[in-house]
């Protein structure tokens, strides 16, 4: 089973984070923020969802640079990874969900495979967002401040692709 890892300043990334692992419910067991969690916690999942909110001008929350360091002592080759954003694309629509690509750029180096990472830009009204790659975001991406409406259907819809992607032997 695989486990998701989110970082929140306020708490409304624990709520979005929550609703991916019922929706994943058949993959992922566990949903923790990073500040609880330990290098071993992610060494020891083949299937990891990551993800967070954006603050400032692109950065991670503060859990999350905190933990980033303990990144680098993992080895994720063979570990499948899938990454979410959680932004505010009126209030900083300058830096709309930038920070996933900080995580994104991360086990990319460190070897992973990132699924799930196509997701479309339609529908998001942002000046700029360092979250994209070839065209689209490179995870769900999550405005509660401006179209909560919407989240559900977006989880939905991604989750699909997860499992799509996710390989036969994590689920």
């Avoid at 495979?113 to 490179?138: K, L, P, Q, Y």
Wanted: charged residues 25%.
């Amino acid at each position: 089973m695989g486990k998701l890892f989110y970082g929140t300043m306020t708490g409304n990334t624990a709520a979005v984070a929550d609703s991916i692992q019922a929706a994943l419910a058949d993959l992922v067991d566990e949903s923790k923020c990073i500040d609880r969690a330990k290098a071993d916690d992610l060494r020891a999942c083949d299937l990891l969802i990551l993800g967070g909110s954006t603050w400032g001008d692109g950065e991670l929350t503060d859990d999350w640079v905190d933990f980033l360091p303990q990144l680098d002592q993992i080895d994720f080759s063979g570990k499948t990874v899938a990454l979410f954003g959680v932004g505010d694309q009126v209030s900083y629509t300058y830096n709309f969900v930038s920070a996933m690509k900080i995580l994104y750029d991360k086990v990319i180096e460190r070897g992973a495979r990132v699924i799930a990472r196509n997701v479309s830009v339609e529908g998001f009204e942002f000046a700029h967002s360092e979250s994209i790659v070839d065209g689209a975001f490179i995870g769900l991406v999550i405005d509660e401040m401006n179209e909560p409406d919407l989240t559900q259907a977006r989880i939905e819809s991604w989750a699909q692709a997860v499992r799509q992607e996710a390989p036969v032997a994590i689920a």
